[in-house]
């Protein structure tokens, strides 16, 4: 009989859990499936993350984390920090459409975990603020609406890749020139 690994189980159904979510949502999203996907039962899903709504909390916090870790927000150099989180979700699409997923369900409710994300986000904005502080970032829009804006330009064309691929073309020379389209914007909206 082979020998139990509870912290392997807890990584397979994690990462079950991740495509599952990303998938489906959390509404569409199935315990069972999760289950199969991660040759685990279903009693240590529930035993090792809660129910569902609280596994969807944990893996999209997990995910926020490892892209705030992964691409911090640099104000002196505006364009590189976009070309690091266009790079990290043309290879993690995953946490846009977690993301995504989290406005459907939620809309403008509050989030389970809405306290820890402000924090997230408000370490994001005060490297904005330090920025503008610093002469580096406009102070003309606020460093919030800033931050929400260079995100959104970022991060539109994976959240909608139809449209990018209607609108910009579908070819690797498109996206190329999108991509420059999109730093260019970006340092427009920061300029000083």
């Known amino acids: 009989?082979?020998?139990?690994?509870?912290?392997a189980t807890r990584a397979r159904i994690f990462e079950a859990a991740v495509a599952e979510f990303a998938r489906h949502g959390i509404a569409g999203?199935?315990?069972?499936?999760?289950?199969?996907?991660?040759?685990?039962?279903k009693q240590l899903i529930y035993a090792?993350?809660?129910?569902k709504a609280t596994l969807f909390a944990q893996v999209l916090e997990k995910k926020m984390l490892d892209l705030a870790a992964s691409v911090p927000v640099d104000p002196?150099?505006?364009?590189a920090w976009i070309d690091r989180l266009l790079d990290y979700h043309a290879a993690h699409p995953?946490?846009?459409?977690?993301?995504?997923?989290?406005g459907i369900e939620y809309g403008s409710s509050e989030l389970p975990d809405e306290a820890e994300r402000r924090d997230h986000y408000a370490r994001k904005v005060a490297a904005l603020t330090d920025g503008q502080r610093r002469g580096v970032v406009t102070d003309a829009i606020p460093a919030p609406d800033l931050l929400l804006l260079l995100t959104a330009?970022?991060?539109?064309a994976t959240v909608v890749p139809q449209m990018a691929r209607i609108l910009t073309g579908p070819e690797d020379t498109d996206r190329d020139r999108?991509?420059?389209?999109?730093?260019e914007a970006a340092r427009r909206l920061v300029a000083r």
């Open 1 to 7: 009989m082979a020998a139990r690994d509870p912290e």
């Open 29 to 41: 999203a199935r315990i069972d499936r999760i289950a199969s996907e991660a040759k685990a039962n």
């Open 48 to 51: 090792y993350f809660g129910n």
């Open 76 to 79: 002196d150099d505006i364009e």
């Open 94 to 102: 995953e946490v846009l459409r977690l993301l995504f997923w989290e």
């Open 153 to 156: 330009l970022a991060n539109w």
């Open 178 to 183: 999108l991509r420059t389209s999109i730093k």
